[in-house]
């Protein structure tokens, strides 16, 4: 199998693409051309990445240029990195452009590693707790059980209900253990193996309180970056809207800059058919319209940008603070509860029943 083959079957992981395009950006700024620089740098690395990087050489010494190359080897890159990279090349700033793609595969990739490291140790703590309660069931309250049945009391009906609970527990209470412990390696082995497709992954963390807010304002940050960078580049309004729709994967976000563009078709100016859905906010519309309408979209949606990324970031850091300290509370004052069911309790039963005779 050829490394172009090899390639196209085994895309590279986020971290590798990213590291690539960090090695391109600076071969170009350094005027080193790109096929000898690029094998020199895969020599220094293996596995996947240097296959890839090996590959990308031979494709740029065949003659093509580096967005021709890369599509040839990889058929999961995203349509607007590939758009910036050819835009970048026609103006004579492709380093600019790969740089910048670096710079915020980067950024993005650091957020979604934030978000999968902050569910680490709420993790371990509900896995800790559960396994302390599924002792004392299963080795402390039968135990209790008998103490109570020698001094000739039955309890009450909270004692007759932990009898028959551990017998049950027994079989079955190892199953969330291991299915938190099954969870907690997946998410971080899924966490360093991320591919680089151009839509934001959180996974199952979305569903999560409050990260539905901030996948929503990376959605919007992501889109404004690549529509700011294709319209720098003299990709044309309507194009590099579409464009960076798709980059976020969002189906409703693409529908609704289709709808948009359908609309310039007709003659009409791209200001008056942008028109607030539920995939854009009515702040971003009107900002957008603004710009549109004044000739400046490129830099207002480089401001947005801006603006979205800032709150990606403010918003993740108060998820990583308050979401952990949340779920150990809760973890902890549950802990607690049915620790005092579970041992004291029928300690203060064995007690009362004591004193009573």
Known sequence: MSDSSSSQQYPLKAREFIALNDEIASLL??????????????????????????????????????????????????????????????????????????????????????????????????????????LSLVFFIPRMVQTLEAFDTGGTAWIQALQTLPREVRFLGWVPFVLLGVGLIWGLWSAGSRRHRGALDYGWTRWLPGVRRIVRYSQWSTFSHFASELMRYGVPETRALTLAAESTGQERMIADVRGWTRGTETGESLANTMQAGPAFSSFMVGVMKIGARQHVLPTTMAHLSEIYHRRTTSSSQRFQTVFPIAIVVLIAGTAVLLYSLALFLPLIELLTQLGSE
């Open 29 to 134: 700024r350094a005027g080193i051309p790109l096929s000898v620089g690029l094998r020199g740098f895969a020599s220094s690395v293996s596995g996947r990445l240097e296959r890839y990087t090996r590959a990308l050489a031979e494709r740029l010494d065949m003659g093509q240029s580096l967005p021709e190359a890369l599509k040839s080897i990889d058929q999961d890159i995203p349509p607007t990195y590939s758009a910036i990279l050819e835009a970048g090349a026609e103006s004579g700033r492709l380093a600019d452009a790969v740089e910048s793609l670096a710079n915020y595969a980067r950024q993005a990739e650091e957020t979604r590693n934030q978000m999968t490291l902050a569910m680490i140790y709420p993790t371990l703590v509900l896995m800790m707790t559960w396994f302390l309660f599924y």
